[in-house]
């Protein structure tokens, strides 16, 4: 179990963690490096942190994907449910704008690496492979999976396994966590580049069934006219492990500052669930998708972390 389940979380992902590396963003801001060198000086000859940067600055750019209903832009204005939280918590630091820079979900770490922006806000699954690339705050939503398919749900799709093995072509975004899921297992895949493309995969017939966050399909059902439906979100089980779906903020791997203060000041968000509510409910977010207390990102990010032992530790069903 333990060989099956490491080489899944190394290999089976490789389409959430691989095109990590197929995206060079070049530079497009004056963003320091995140820690101590270069940046303006504080006025006494030493360099600013990022950290400080930004608190100076009073702003912080974040990038996003543009999903509803974690990061998108309505009317003209940046929001979501991760904007938002993101807002509560920089604002605490001092940092009271949060602006946004849109870029294609392969795109979101490679960007936060090249300083295209400070920080993504995109609810990123947090996977060993994105680790190795970026740094992770602890989880602030947790998600399950569910299939956008046409209206009656012909195909009776339920779970991972109702789609495996059978004659049912499923969509999956580019690099997103299902895309890992189709790769490790017997299931006919196509791969689309956002939402609505997944949605008119489904809409044409040219795929029976689209993957994603169930919040997500459940967001995308109610805003279309089309005749789909998102069905029961499940906690996908991929080789008999179950899939700990759990997002956050990201951050470059040496801005250790912002990160250990983002988490600080989201700890008081995951001790208090009504105050996380209060934020995140307007979005469609309910008490089951609230982190369950004790998990961490340092859990997730280690490959060789038993995710049968972690999912019976934290009382999740699966």
Known sequence: MQSTRTTHRRRALAAAGSVLALTALTACSSVDD?????????????SMSHLAELQDAGSINVGFFGEVPYSYEEGGELTG???????AIYGELGIDTVEGTQVEWNALIPGVQADRFDAVSAGMSILPERCEQAAFADPTIMYTTAFLVPEGNPQGL?????VEGGDVTVAVTQGAIEAGYVEETDVDGME????QAGLDAVTTGRADAYALTGIS?????????EP???????VATINGEPQIGAGAEVFRQDDTELLDAYNEQLATY???????????????????????????AEQLCDPDQDLSDLADELGMDY
């Open 34 to 46: 995140g820690g101590s060198d270069g940046g303006d000086d504080g006025g006494d000859g030493e």
């Open 81 to 87: 449910a991760t904007i938002e939280l993101g807002r």
């Open 158 to 162: 339920t779970d991972w396994q109702s």
């Open 192 to 195: 689309v580049p956002d939402r």
């Open 217 to 225: 399909l459940r967001a995308l059902a109610e805003e279309t006219d």
């Open 228 to 234: 789909v439906e998102a069905t029961e979100a499940f």
């Open 270 to 296: 995951l001790g208090d669930e009504a105050a996380w509510l209060e934020i995140m409910e307007p979005f469609g977010f309910s008490a089951t998708e609230f982190p369950p207390e004790g998990l961490t």
